[in-house]
Nanobody
């Protein structure tokens, strides 16, 4: 089992920044990747960014150049630095971890006003 604790969501004006954090505990030695998804009202959950154990990262096209995913291996924490936020970035952001099974955080709300 892997336990995930998220933090860092909130309210920001367009153009602002937020940083999300997700601390993992439990069976973290076998994690293959960590990442972030988001879900806007009435829409499906979508991948925002993912970082693999190798350090390789992938991003949704809509956030490339604005968001940065990183990991602190000593703290077993994955971060999502979100800059130049847009109203369409609004949603609930979920941390996701895979170690052959998928685990999800409780979600953290991000609201961006225009």
């Amino acid at each position: 089992q892997v336990q995930l604790v998220e933090s860092g969501g909130g309210f920001v004006q367009a153009g602002g920044s937020l940083r999300l954090s997700c601390a993992a505990s439990g069976r973290i030695f076998s994690i293959f990747y960590m990442g972030w998804y988001r879900q806007a009202p009435g829409k499906q959950r979508e991948l925002v960014a993912r970082i693999f154990k190798s350090g390789t990262t992938i991003y949704a096209d809509s956030v490339k150049g604005r968001f940065t995913i990183s990991i602190d291996k000593d703290k077993n924490t994955v971060y999502l630095q979100m800059n130049s936020l847009k109203p369409e970035d609004k949603g609930v952001y979920y941390c996701n971890v895979n170690n052959d099974s998928n685990y999800w955080g409780q979600g953290t709300q991000v609201t961006v006003s225009s």
